[in-house]
């Protein structure tokens, strides 16, 4: 289940923690979902990567960030970084990173959308982004929380043609559409201090994980909350990286 083997431009495709503590991050993640990790060398003076497998499948990746608040980077793929790295500028974001060759894997940018969201860009050589999704333990969902959406979804829209569904009852959420299928969602949130995409990720036993959190020395941010899919939470790590989990039925 949630196994792939490439991604569809627009889609989102990989997860990466920049954290303060890899070594505790490691713990606390292997704790909650099982996660198993190796370590590349990065070069002189640099932090080694790690990359996150579940069931040995890689499920995204984490290092440590220097002087960075830890947060989750959230990836999309498309079929040309340059290509969208240049549109998003043209739609008023601003290329925080210009496209450059990861290591023969891929090419990568990062964007900070008008709203001032982070959003990384992946176009695909060697390495997919995440080989399993949408299952206890893999990435299941992204969410952009920010005051905005209609800003968000003329920007989106333009950048990678998602579609957009506002869910009745919900206060303005949005469902996120692209190629036909649901790909994630925008959160409305006026107090938001900074509008980010958080991503969620599948968890077995949402109760269960609850009740352990303060134990691993995170943090329950909100919740659970009832959705149509199942019920989900917002939690923080152990070195504040906020993060969700979901439970209940994953679009495979």
């Not at 995440?130 to 920010?146: K, Q, Y």
Request: proline residues 8%; aromatic residues 12%; negative net charge.
């Amino acid at each position: 289940m949630g196994e792939r083997t490439s991604y569809d431009p627009g889609t989102f495709s990989y997860a990466e923690l920049a954290t303060s503590d890899a070594e505790a991050a490691q713990a606390f993640y292997t704790a909650v979902f099982g996660w198993t990790y190796d370590s590349i060398p990065m070069g002189d003076d640099m932090p080694p990567y790690h990359p996150i497998y579940l069931d040995g499948k890689q499920a995204g990746a984490l290092f440590e960030a220097g002087d960075q608040p830890p947060h989750w980077n959230s990836y999309v793929t498309v079929a040309s970084v340059a290509d969208a790295s240049g549109k998003a500028a043209g739609l008023g974001a601003t290329v925080v990173m210009e496209p450059f060759d990861v290591m023969g894997l891929g090419d990568m940018a990062v964007i900070s959308d008008p709203s001032g969201a982070f959003l990384s860009l992946w176009q695909a050589k060697q390495h997919i982004g995440s080989e399993v999704v949408n299952r206890p333990g893999a990435l299941a969902w992204n969410d952009l929380i920010t005051p905005d959406p209609e800003a968000a979804e003329r920007f989106y829209g333009g950048l990678f043609g998602w579609t957009f569904q506002e869910m009745p009852g919900s206060g303005g959420y949005r469902v996120i559409t692209n190629g036909g299928r649901s790909n994630g969602g925008i959160f409305p949130k006026e107090d938001v201090p900074v509008p980010a995409w958080l991503p969620y990720f599948g968890i077995e036993d949402l109760d269960r994980m609850i009740a352990e959190l303060d134990g691993l020395g995170g943090k329950l941010l909100n919740g659970p909350v009832e959705v149509p899919a199942g019920r989900f939470a917002v939690c923080a790590d152990p070195q504040g990286a906020m993060f969700a989990v979901l439970t209940g039925d994953y679009d495979d």
